[in-house]
C-alpha cells in the first residue's frame, strides 16, 4: 500500500525559507515519477515542482524557478522541496503526490497524471 506523509510547513516572513519533506513507502513499481503541488485558498491545486524516478528530468513552474528545489533521497526515500525567498503567493497547501511509470525519466505538472496523494503540509507567508 502507498503511503505519502508530507511535514516541514509552517509560517515564515517573506523572504524566509523552508524545506518540505515527503516520506514515502510502499512504491513497489519499477519507478515512479514524484512532484509537488499546492493549492491556495479559492484556488485550484497546480503544480509546483515534479522529478523523474532517475533523476534525469525535472520540472519547476516559472514562478518558482531560481526559488524552488526539487530533490530526493532514495535512501530514505524521502523527496525535498526546498523554498528559499518565499513569498506571500506562495500561501498554500502543499501536496505530494507519486505515480508509477514504466519510463525512469518521466515527470509530469499535471495533477491529472498523479494517483498517489498525501494529506499535505501548510506553507503561509506573511508580508
Known amino acids: 500500500q502507498v503511503r505519502i506523509v508530507e511535514s516541514g510547513g509552517g509560517v515564515v516572513q517573506a523572504g524566509g525559507s523552508l524545506t518540505l519533506f515527503c516520506k514515502y513507502s510502499g512504491l513497489t513499481y519499477d519507478a515512479y515519477a514524484m512532484g509537488w503541488f499546492r493549492q491556495a485558498p479559492g484556488k485550484e491545486r497546480e503544480g509546483v515542482s515534479c522529478?523523474?524516478?532517475?533523476?534525469?528530468?525535472?520540472f519547476s513552474r516559472d514562478s518558482v524557478k531560481g526559488r524552488f528545489t526539487i530533490f530526493r533521497d532514495h535512501a530514505t526515500n524521502t523527496l525535498y522541496l526546498q523554498m528559499n525567498n518565499l513569498q506571500p503567493e506562495d500561501t498554500a497547501m502543499y501536496y505530494c503526490?507519486?505515480?508509477?511509470?514504466?519510463?525512469?525519466?518521466?515527470?509530469?505538472?499535471?495533477?491529472?497524471?498523479?494517483?498517489?496523494w498525501g494529506e499535505g503540509t501548510q506553507v503561509t507567508v506573511s508580508s
Open positions: 522529478l523523474s524516478w532517475s533523476g534525469v528530468n525535472s
Open positions: 503526490a507519486a505515480r508509477a511509470s514504466r519510463d525512469a525519466d518521466y515527470c509530469s505538472g499535471a495533477e491529472r497524471q498523479y494517483n498517489y
